[in-house]
């Protein structure tokens, strides 16, 4: 038998590189692709793919939470994260909801079979460039506090430095020192960029 392989990705040119690599490949049965969550869910509610390629960044859900979505409904599925982010973070939290792996879009053919052969196998596979990423030693943003994440967490859904002192019982001036305090370990000038950079590394 096949195995029947899924990809979810919003660029066309990362589907169609993909599908090129694998499409002579007499193992693997293409099955197509789904460009959002929505069209995913759709999909896999009719054909299930013995291992999905997803995307980590997706435009209407994080992929993330539709591989914890996927793996839920649909546990036999092998789910390999797939993206140009090599941040720990991502790949720890893509890998905590359940994904069998997880590849850089830079990755070659071989690393694309090994993975899939891998994740088949009920293993979990990293790519050269990610196991690297893996050694190596924490960045600062990762050390933020407990307190420092339930500030984070409350900035992300745009309260205000009385609101976050009132829901977390603290004065106005300790919230604004773990303001300033996350501003410092993310390496940004203001609450846009922090809450961008959060997001890229799923911490919100």
Same mark, same amino acid.
């Given at each position: 038998?096949?195995?029947?392989?899924?990809?979810?990705?919003?660029?066309?040119?990362?589907?169609?590189?993909?599908?090129?690599?694998?499409?002579?490949?007499?193992?693997?049965?293409?099955?197509?692709?789904?460009?959002?969550?929505?069209?995913?869910?759709?999909?896999?509610?009719?054909?299930?793919?013995?291992?999905?390629?997803?995307?980590?960044?997706?435009?209407?859900?994080?992929?993330?939470?539709?591989?914890?979505?996927?793996?839920?409904?649909?546990?036999?599925?092998?789910?390999?994260?797939?993206?140009?982010?090599?941040?720990?973070?991502?790949?720890?939290?893509?890998?905590?909801?359940?994904?069998?792996?997880?590849?850089?879009?830079?990755?070659?053919?071989?690393?694309?079979?090994?993975?899939?052969?891998?994740?088949?196998?009920?293993?979990?596979?990293?790519?050269?460039?990610?196991?690297?990423?893996?050694?190596?030693?924490?960045?600062?943003? #990762? =050390?933020?506090?407990?307190?420092? $994440?339930?500030?984070?967490? %409350? +900035?992300?859904?745009?309260?205000?430095? &009385?609101? *976050?002192?009132?829901?977390?019982?603290?004065?106005?001036?300790?919230?604004?020192?773990?303001?300033?305090? #996350? =501003?410092?370990?993310?390496?940004? $000038?203001?609450?846009?960029? %922090? +809450?961008?950079?959060?997001?890229?590394? &799923?911490? *919100?």
């Amino acid at each position: 038998m096949k195995t029947g392989i899924f990809v979810v990705d919003d660029h066309y040119m990362v589907i169609e590189g993909i599908r090129s690599l694998l499409q002579n490949e007499k193992t693997l049965d293409w099955m197509g692709h789904a460009t959002n969550a929505e069209s995913c869910l759709s999909f896999l509610k009719l054909h299930q793919p013995d291992v999905i390629l997803m995307d980590v960044n997706l435009p209407d859900k994080s992929g993330i939470d539709l591989c914890k979505e996927v793996k839920q409904l649909y546990p036999a599925i092998a789910i390999l994260g797939l993206s140009t982010f090599n941040q720990q973070a991502v790949i720890k939290n893509m890998i905590d909801n359940g994904a069998s792996g997880y590849v850089l879009k830079n990755a070659t053919k071989e690393e694309l079979l090994e993975a899939i052969n891998s994740a088949l196998k009920g293993k979990i596979y990293y790519s050269f460039e990610v196991l690297n990423s893996l050694r190596k030693p924490e960045p600062n943003q #990762l =050390l933020i506090t407990r307190r420092e $994440k339930e500030v984070l967490l %409350l +900035i992300a859904e745009g309260l205000t430095n &009385a609101a *976050i002192a009132e829901k977390l019982f603290i004065s106005i001036p300790t919230v604004n020192t773990h303001r300033k305090s #996350l =501003l410092e370990k993310f390496d940004v $000038k203001n609450t846009a960029m %922090l +809450i961008g950079k959060a997001t890229k590394l &799923a911490l *919100i």
